[in-house]
């Protein structure tokens, strides 16, 4: 095996410094950790490119305008999706934000670095008949469950699937529910939800999902924290998990790999703008920050064209 260099060392020891600088910054502003994972991983595949041009490892008092604008033109040269490359570009240009005030860069290098347009795409959604396909299989692992455990997980898969489908929560956000943010009354109730950068909402339970909440809250207990746990009794379930499980269960439903969690929070928006509802309603409802983000859910998307040819 090669000995490592001192110079090698001290390379590495500089890269993790900045990079948990970084990560403490943007932990402290109130991002996610799992936006900060993929702002980390944004930046180690241009750290990779940088280092294959430049020769030399990358680091934030390095960069320079001609390496982003450079970045750029091999993005578009190798076809990479508009999407992805605008958001490694505004992985950078926080980045490099950050570098500046921390006095790590002396110069401003995003003079040049554009996006790359991109066709404005609708966000993909459940049809109506693909939301029932889903629902039904929820309710087919419940009748099928063999023993109590089977029992529990499904009832609580038939919960969290339906606040992300039902009332729009992010799948972060479901799993940062605890017991004392569903509040469920005879004929109503709500759920606080803390959103990105910490911002709190309110969202009205409707009458079926609160039955569902009901027989999950039944089965789970009043013991407090987490509302969700996985396997390990009392551990808060985490977003692979709830990924996890919904992949299970849209493969027992027969339908694709394009049912996310995001793609039922997207199925609650647009069965509400479907409906006549104001924008401003679904912006406050789903939490966004800015109306134009909830405006792609007035975009048609195929089955609208589809219906529209036919």
């Known amino acids: 095996m090669d000995m490592l260099t001192d110079e090698t060392i001290q390379q590495t020891l500089a890269d993790t410094t900045w990079r948990t600088a970084f990560s403490s910054y943007l932990e402290a502003e109130g991002v996610s950790v799992r936006t900060i994972r993929a702002y980390q991983q944004d930046i180690t595949v241009f750290g990779r490119w940088y280092e294959g041009v430049n020769g030399e490892p990358f680091t934030p008092s390095g960069l320079t305008s001609m390496d982003l604008r450079a970045y750029r033109a091999q993005a578009v040269a190798i076809k990479t999706a508009p999407a992805t ?41 459940l049809t109506p008949a693909d939301a029932h396909r889903l629902v039904r299989a929820l309710e087919q692992e419940i009748g099928g469950a063999q023993t109590p ?74 013991a407090p924290g987490a ?58 409802l789903l939490g966004h920050s800015r109306l134009d983000t909830t405006a792609r859910y007035t975009m048609p998307g195929w089955e609208d064209m589809e219906n529209a040819v036919e």
């Open 85 to 125: 490359f605008n958001r490694r570009r505004a992985t950078l240009i926080r980045l490099a934000q950050w570098a500046m005030a921390s006095e790590l860069l002396g110069y401003n290098p995003l003079r040049g670095f554009e996006r790359i347009e991109e066709a404005q795409q609708s966000p993909r959604w």
């Open 227 to 284: 509302l969700f746990t996985g396997k390990r009794l009392g551990m808060r379930m985490q977003a692979r998990g709830v990924e996890h499980r919904l992949d299970h269960i849209r493969r027992a439903a027969g339908l694709g790999a394009e049912v996310t969690p995001h793609a039922l929070r997207h199925t609650f928006a647009k069965q509400l703008v479907d409906r006549g509802q104001q924008l401003p309603l679904v912006r406050k």
């Open 149 to 222: 455990t089977w029992n529990y997980q499904a009832i609580r898969d038939r919960a969290l699937v339906g606040l992300m489908l039902y009332a729009g929560l992010r799948v972060s956000e479901v799993c940062n529910l605890n017991l004392d943010d569903v509040s469920i009354m005879p004929r109503g109730g709500r759920v606080t939800v803390w959103g990105k950068g910490e911002k709190r909402r309110f969202v009205p339970l409707g009458a079926e999902l609160r039955q569902v909440l009901r027989e999950y809250l039944a089965m789970r207990g009043d």
